[in-house]
């Protein structure tokens, strides 16, 4: 296994025909056997049984109509409902491959409750330690996306928002891809 460090594998497809029948677990390992196949180089999780690093989606709330956006400005953390199990609905083809965005109205898949790898952009994520969510934009921080997670508080209180009913599992990889452990459900 070559260092996970040298490149980031994105891989795109379309969940139609007989593969909209499997589920994401499925589909997933399909995607591990398909790089290991390639000898493409990845990064493993530690532990027993390790198994390939993959980051999902973004964080989650509902809005004024009930749809499930993105956390971004003005939101609280009483307001985080999970994680998207995809960041983007990607396309199957080669040539089709503007429709990579959700609808409007068109269901997404989250992770309301247990573990899911997602990006660090900020702080150093260590077991059992604070989860924030990127609420509004920071100069001194030009990667840190709205909406993504941080295992530090923003300087400036008001940018970032603590899920009290999350914790990091441990620290990230080389890649900042860490386990967020979401305790409980809030506002299923």
Known sequence: MADPRLFR?????????????????EVARALERSVRRAGLPYAVS?????????????????DASGAVVAMGAGASAQKFVGVAARELKSALTYLDQSGGAYAPQ??????????????????????????????????????AAVGGFEAAEDSTAANTVQLANCQWAGPADAGKVAELRILTMQNA
């Open 9 to 25: 594998l994105r891989v795109t497809f379309r969940e139609t025909g007989r593969l909209a029948l499997l589920s994401h677990l």
């Open 106 to 143: 068109e269901a997404v898949p989250v992770f309301m409750r247990g573990c899911v790898n997602v990006k660090c952009q900020n702080g150093v994520p260590k077991l059992g330690g604070a989860v924030y969510v990127r609420v509004a934009a920071n100069e001194a921080l030009p990667n």
């Open 46 to 62: 530690q532990g027993f049984s390790p198994h390939m690093r993959i980051a999902f989606g973004a964080a989650l709330m509902y």
